[in-house]
Structures are given as C-alpha cells and as structure tokens.
C-alpha cells in the first residue's frame, strides 16, 4: 500500500523547449518529484527503449522511481528494468487476459497503474490487480482540450470510496496540490508545469513541504 503521498512527473518531450534530458535532470533534482513516467506514446520500441534507458538512469541517480508507460513497454519490461508500469485501462484489460504481471520471476511487474476517468474504471482497475489509479482530468487542461474537468469534489468523493490509491491528474500545476492532497488523493501527476520549468533550483513553496513521500510500497 502506499503511505504518504506521491508526486510523480510525467514526461512529454515535445513540451520541452531546449534539451529533453537536461530538463529531466531538472526534474529529478527535485525534492518534491517523487516517480518519472515515461509516457512518449509517438516513439517506436527501440527508440523508447533507448530513451527510457537514459530518463531512468537520470531518475536512479536522483533516487526516483521510473515508470515505464503503455502498450509498447509490456514486452520489454523485463529489459528495461523499470520500477513499474502504467497503462490505459483497455491495455490493463487485454494484459490480465494474457496472464499479464507474473506473480515473480525474470519479468514480474512489481507495481501496475492505470488510467481512470470515472468510480467504475477506477473499480474495474482495482479489480484488474492495479495497484493505484490516476483520475483525470481534475482540472481543464491542454493537454486534454475539450475534455470536461471533474473537479475536486468529485475527486473526494472518489478517493472515499476507492479501494486502490488515487492520483489527480489533469490540468495539476504546483497551486492545486494542496487542493488535490486535502481532497483524498494519494498523490498527483503533473506533466506540463515540470516539461517547461526552466528554474535550475525547481524549489518548492515552503507551503508545500508536506507533499514530500516519505512512504514505500509493500
């Protein structure tokens, strides 16, 4: 389960403007960015392979988890050495149908998230053996365009009565952490504040201290 709260960045080259793995170093410098997800969805396998090879080093060495993400990442996993893997929920259900996530072994997955949008996929995930879920989009986003936020009090309500942990997502910059912790969330995925920060610090608002992890998963 996890105890306290999680913060974790979700990568996107093309928000970047200058070098990708340099901001990645920025990232990884900083205290309150807990997890990377390497979400780049337009690469093809050897590309992300390489690619996730570099961010994970980067994160490793900043003493963050690395995340692989999505359909192309399953059959490298074992390889690539992730410290997880997040999926879209129709992916998770095709997985846990081909007997996906070995239960040990060269190749278990040790930690699974999936993409919500709603109480009953965060259900279905939770049955599916995800261990947290995102919900999103809490907030309008751009990433999103037309996408209808849920807003925090749907975001309470959920987190209520979710039986895995739920990560806000969607339109989160560090101004609406506070709002998403105090609502239930077990942490949030931010993606384009972090992509376009440029601070060579990234340093925290004192206000926000307390969403620093100070928990393990079991």
Same mark, same amino acid.
């Given at each position: 389960?996890?105890?306290?709260?999680?913060?974790?960045?979700?990568?996107?080259?093309?928000?970047?403007?200058?070098?990708?793995?340099?901001?990645?170093?920025?990232?990884?410098?900083?205290?309150?960015?807990?997890?990377?997800? @390497?979400?780049?969805?337009?690469?093809? !396998?050897? =590309?992300?392979?390489?690619?996730? +090879?570099?961010? *994970?080093?980067? $994160?490793?060495?900043?003493?963050?988890?690395?995340?692989?993400?999505?359909?192309?990442?399953?059959?490298?996993?074992?390889?690539?050495?992730?410290?997880?893997?997040?999926?879209?929920?129709?992916?998770?259900?095709?997985?846990?149908?081909?007997?996906?996530?070995?239960?040990?072994?060269?190749?278990?997955?040790?930690? @699974?998230?999936?993409?919500?949008?709603? !109480?009953? =996929?965060?259900?279905?995930?939770? +049955?599916?053996? *995800?261990?947290? $879920?995102?919900?999103?989009?809490?907030?309008?986003?751009?990433?999103?365009?037309?996408?209808?936020?849920?807003?925090?009090?749907?975001?309470?309500?959920?987190?209520?009565?979710?039986?895995?942990?739920?990560?806000?997502?969607?339109?989160?910059?560090?101004?609406?952490?506070?709002?998403?912790?105090?609502?239930?969330?077990?942490?949030?995925?931010?993606?384009?504040?972090?992509?376009?920060?440029?601070?060579?610090?990234?340093?925290?608002?004192?206000?926000?201290?307390?969403?620093?992890?100070?928990?393990?998963?079991?």
């Amino acid at each position: 389960m996890y105890r306290g709260r999680i913060i974790a960045c979700i990568t996107n080259r093309r928000l970047v403007k200058g070098d990708f793995l340099a901001q990645i170093e920025r990232v990884a410098a900083m205290e309150m960015v807990d997890w990377l997800i @390497v979400r780049e969805k337009d690469l093809r !396998a050897k =590309e992300y392979r390489t690619l996730f +090879a570099k961010v *994970a080093r980067i $994160a490793h060495k900043g003493g963050k988890k690395c995340l692989a993400h999505g359909r192309i990442a399953l059959g490298m996993m074992s390889e690539l050495g992730a410290d997880g893997i997040h999926l879209p929920l129709d992916v998770l259900r095709e997985w846990r149908a081909a007997s996906g996530r070995q239960s040990g072994g060269e190749g278990a997955v040790q930690l @699974v998230g999936a993409s919500a949008h709603s !109480a009953a =996929e965060i259900a279905e995930a939770a +049955a599916l053996g *995800a261990d947290y $879920a995102t919900l999103s989009p809490i907030f309008a986003t751009t990433c999103k365009p037309g996408a209808v936020p849920l807003g925090i009090d749907s975001l309470a309500a959920v987190c209520q009565k979710s039986p895995i942990p739920i990560f806000a997502l969607g339109g989160i910059g560090r101004d609406k952490l506070n709002a998403c912790i105090e609502a239930g969330a077990a942490g949030c995925c931010m993606m384009s504040e972090l992509m376009r920060c440029i601070c060579s610090i990234c340093s925290v608002p004192l206000g926000l201290e307390f969403l620093k992890v100070h928990g393990t998963i079991k």
